[in-house]
């Protein structure tokens, strides 16, 4: 069989160290989009690096023959308030380039193009925290009501997705419809790797303040610690990707799916954070706007599709998020060797 193309845009943020790391692994041509340089952790692991802004350089991508393709670039959701019409660039005109190239080698190969994108609890909004909070677990056809530009981004992206995987043109009702691409999109919770450091997120708090506790640096938490979400370890959101990709299309009921693994309310965050350090020094400084946000997420999410159709089950419950993860590689990290399990 021949060695599989893969493209992975995005590839210097955290989803895309971490997944070029693992897609290596599977022996897979690795090529890789950013508008920065790759990170030296990951240089020596992609073939190729398209260095630069997607939307103006896709003509590029056009070139390759791709057989799966990552499209993780993005401009999250903090960021994407203050510069929206930008992040809407970004995130859409983006994704759509790349859904149309997907679209087109498809048809011309006669062979679906992968493609799997992140989207994001984001794509759920609440009107306020009680409604949240009356809510509970959501399914992925609920409160599909984002307040944030990233959000609309996400869902939006999603309807694109299934369009021109399906309906693009019309042509599903030719008598002999041409290969469509496979579009494959998770929802993710807010991820915490223990190796890199989010950036204009804002499930960012979770993230940041265990950094900061592992590293001795003050933290001023912008949300209150009644605050909640769900959280993943980045080796779960990881497997997550992969189980996907490597589901059979016939299994899969949807094209749109949560994942969930734990969800903690911020000062439960801290107490963790203060178990494993206890000189961490956390408090809570809530900005409104971040805050509004992240109460319009919901608290958890219903993931029994993904479980039903493809198996998905994380590895990492909160406990050992913190013990067999987290804790470990951060104590590397930062050089603590005084760090303490917590029970
Ligand atoms: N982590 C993302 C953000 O905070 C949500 O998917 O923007």
């Not at 893969?6 to 160290?17: F, Y």
């Not at 791709?66 to 005109?93: C, G, Q, Y």
């Not at 493609?115 to 759920?124: D, N, Q, T, V």
């Not at 590895?315 to 303490?340: A, C, G, H, M, W």
Request: glycine share 6%; charged share 25%; proline share 7%.
């Amino acid at each position: 069989m021949s060695e599989k193309s893969v493209l992975v845009t995005g590839a210097c943020g955290e989803i895309g160290q971490a997944l070029v790391q693992s897609l290596t692994k599977r022996g897979f041509r690795i090529v890789t989009a950013d508008l920065a340089p790759l990170p030296e952790t990951i240089k020596s692991l992609s073939a190729e690096h398209i260095q630069g802004d997607l939307v103006n350089r896709i003509k590029i991508f056009y070139d390759y023959d791709f057989d799966i393709i990552f499209h993780l670039a993005a401009s999250l959701s903090s960021k994407a308030e203050v510069a929206t019409e930008e992040a809407h660039r970004i995130n859409v005109e983006g994704t759509m380039q790349l859904l149309m190239l997907a679209a087109y080698k498809s048809e011309k190969l006669q062979k679906p193009v992968k493609f799997l994108f992140p989207s994001s609890i984001a794509a759920y909004g609440f009107p306020d925290r009680d409604t949240k909070q009356a809510a509970g677990n959501v399914k992925e056809d609920e409160w599909n009501n984002p307040h944030t530009m990233y959000g609309c981004n996400k869902l939006y992206c999603e309807k694109l997705g299934v369009y021109y995987s399906r309906f693009y043109g019309q042509r599903h009702l030719d008598p002999n419809p041409p290969t469509m691409l496979d579009f494959r999109a998770i929802r993710f919770p807010g991820l915490v790797s223990a190796f890199t450091v989010p950036s204009g997120g804002t499930s960012d708090y979770g993230p940041e303040m265990l950094h900061s506790a592992a590293a001795g640096k003050p933290y001023a938490c912008f949300v209150d610690a009644g605050t909640r979400i769900p959280f993943m370890a980045m080796p779960d959101a990881i497997k997550s990707l992969l189980m996907l990709m490597d589901a059979p299309r016939k299994s899969l009921t949807s094209q749109v799916y949560n994942i969930a693994s734990f969800s903690l309310n911020a000062g439960e965050f801290r107490q963790r954070a203060l178990a494993a350090f206890p000189s961490a020094q956390i408090t809570f400084e809530p900005n409104p706007r971040r805050q509004g946000i992240v109460d319009s997420w919901p608290e958890d999410v219903d993931d029994s599709l993904a479980r039903k159709d493809w198996g998905w089950k994380p590895d990492y419950d909160v406990d050992k998020f913190f013990n067999e993860y987290f804790l470990p590689e951060i104590k590397k990290r930062y050089q603590k060797p005084s760090t303490r399990t917590i029970e």
